[in-house]
Nanobody
């Protein structure tokens, strides 16, 4: 499977962005879609995940109430709506797929190329 992330950009603090992730296909080992981010000099960290059915979601604490992950499994698309953005949200955002429910990056098998999100203060 190939994943293509898009939608990043430069936004002022308090603004919003919507990231999209297109999956080329849904294979037997894609059951969970996740978003991760990596800021310069920092490790990649979990942001949000959703099961392919959309039934189960989870978020890192710092984005709860501000970010919403969703899936359109008919179109093989996953979205991350980001509201009330903060400068500390600045990072490259990656979408990824996993056979299992997990918040750990190493569990995810396929990764998109990343899209830059920059939040100015």
């Amino acid at each position: 499977v190939q994943l293509q992330a898009s939608g990043g950009g430069l936004v002022q603090a308090g603004g919003s962005l919507r990231l999209s992730c297109a999956a080329s296909t849904r294979t037997f080992d894609i059951n969970v879609m996740g978003w991760f981010r990596q800021a310069p000099g920092k490790e990649r960290e979990f942001v949000a995940r959703i099961s392919w059915s959309g039934s189960w979601v989870n978020y890192r604490d710092s984005v709860k109430g501000r970010f919403t992950i969703s899936i359109d499994n008919a179109k093989n698309m996953v979205y991350l709506q980001m509201n009330s953005l903060k400068p500390e949200d600045t990072a490259v955002y990656y979408c990824a797929s996993s056979p299992w429910i997990s918040d750990i990056a190493s569990v995810y098998r396929a990764w998109g190329q990343g899209t830059q999100v920059t939040v100015s203060s």
